[in-house]
């Protein structure tokens, strides 16, 4: 079955520098997509950045892009120019295609220091 | 452009009492639909999911049942509400079929409280 592991509870960044999220993920499948969705106080999921397994490039949505390194199974999250409004639950997902459903990490609070 | 609505958005019950939360989907066909759960302090855990009127897939043991009366409409339902169904749900839809490249889409989320 696939797990996904995010191994930083909370997280704590200065507002205008970089962070980085982590999060690892086991599979034997060979295809499958993986995403980003923060979580903030009003507790909607919105998706952040979504990655291919089969694309060697990482993904890029303005300030967030993703760090994947699909033989080590990593798929970190980078935030640059960290605003106030970043502040959030951060969750790792997984969707493969033997099944429709997407499977979660625990998340990660991250807190913006102004 | 599609749309999901879940509702009701905050919601407090008593033990033993019965629970509907009601997902509806617009602006889409036959669309995959799921339930998740969000516990204090933790991530999100399926419930079930629905790829078609009337099929439904439980991932976990529990209190709670779901149904799909049509196609763009998810309920979640119990008959006797336990402590430890309090939480957060969330409804979710994603295109027709398995298309893993697709994200899944949420509602705004049912706080539960059984008190």
């Known amino acids: 079955a696939q797990t996904v592991t995010q191994s930083q509870p909370e997280m704590s960044v200065q507002e205008a520098e970089t962070v980085t999220l982590s999060c690892t993920y086991d599979t034997s499948e060979s295809d499958y997509y993986l995403f980003w969705y923060k979580q903030p106080p009003s507790r909607q999921m919105i998706l952040v950045i979504r990655q291919e397994a089969y694309k060697q490039q990482n993904a890029t949505e303005n300030r967030f892009s993703v760090n994947f390194q699909k033989a080590a199974k990593s798929f970190s999250l980078k935030i640059s120019d960290s605003q106030l409004g970043d502040a959030a639950m951060y969750f790792c997902?997984?969707?493969?295609?033997?099944?429709?459903?997407?499977?979660f990490g625990k998340g990660t609070k991250l807190s913006v220091k102004p | 452009s599609q749309t999901i609505h879940q509702w009701p958005a905050t919601l407090v019950q008593p033990v033993g009492s019965p629970l509907s939360l009601e997902c509806t989907v617009e602006g889409t066909s036959n669309p995959n639909l799921y339930w998740y759960r969000q516990a204090a302090g933790r991530g999100l855990q399926l419930l079930f999911y629905?790829?078609?009127?009337?099929?439904i897939s439980s991932e976990v043991p529990q209190n709670l049942s779901a149904s799909r009366p049509q196609d763009r409409q998810f309920i979640l339902s119990s008959k006797k509400l336990l402590l430890s169904d309090s939480g957060f749900y969330l409804c979710?839809?994603?295109?027709?079929?398995?298309?893993?490249?697709?994200?899944?889409?949420f509602g705004n989320g049912t706080r539960l409280t059984v008190t």
């Open positions: 629905s790829v078609g009127i009337g099929q």
């Open positions: 997902a997984y969707r493969g295609g033997s099944q429709g459903n997407l499977i």
């Open positions: 979710a839809w994603s295109p027709k079929g398995i298309y893993y490249n697709s994200p899944l889409h």
